[in-house]
Nanobody
Framework: QVQLVESGGGLVQAGGSLRLSCVVS????????MGWFRQAPGKERDFVAT????????EYADSVKGRFTISRDNTKNTVYLQMNNLKPEDTAVYYC???????????????????WGQGTQVTVSS
C-alpha cells in the first residue's frame, strides 16, 4: 500500500521559512511525479508545485513562484518543499501527492493524483 507522510509544518512569522518533507513508501519512488497542494479553511485544495521523475522539470503556482522550491531525493524516497518569505496568505494544510500512473511528467491537476498524505499545517502570522 502506498503511503505518504508529510512533516515540517508549524507556526512561523511572515518573512520566515519552512521546509516540508514527504516520505513515500509502498512502491518504487523514482518513476513517479510528485506534487504539493494546499487547502486553506473554507477553500478548495489548490496546486502549489510539481516535479517530474528526475527532478529536472518543475512547475509552480503563480502565487509561490520565486519563494517556494520543490525538490526530490530519489535515494531517500522523499520530496521537499522549501518555503521562503512566507506570507499570511500561505497559511493552509499542505499535502503531498503522487499519481498512480508513471505516464505523467508533471501535472497541476488534483484529480490526476491518486495517493495523498495526511497533510501538515503551516501557519504564518503577520
Amino acid at each position: 500500500q502506498v503511503q505518504l507522510v508529510e512533516s515540517g509544518g508549524g507556526l512561523v512569522q511572515a518573512g520566515g521559512s519552512l521546509r516540508l518533507s514527504c516520505v513515500v513508501s509502498g512502491r518504487t519512488f523514482s518513476p513517479y511525479t510528485m506534487g504539493w497542494f494546499r487547502q486553506a479553511p473554507g477553500k478548495e485544495r489548490d496546486f502549489v508545485a510539481t516535479i517530474n521523475q528526475s527532478g529536472g522539470t518543475t512547475e509552480y503556482a503563480d502565487s509561490v513562484k520565486g519563494r517556494f522550491t520543490i525538490s526530490r531525493d530519489n535515494t531517500k524516497n522523499t520530496v521537499y518543499l522549501q518555503m521562503n518569505n512566507l506570507k499570511p496568505e500561505d497559511t493552509a494544510v499542505y499535502y503531498c501527492a503522487t499519481p498512480s500512473s508513471r505516464y505523467y511528467q508533471i501535472t497541476t491537476r488534483p484529480y490526476e493524483y491518486t495517493y495523498w498524505g495526511q497533510g501538515t499545517q503551516v501557519t504564518v502570522s503577520s
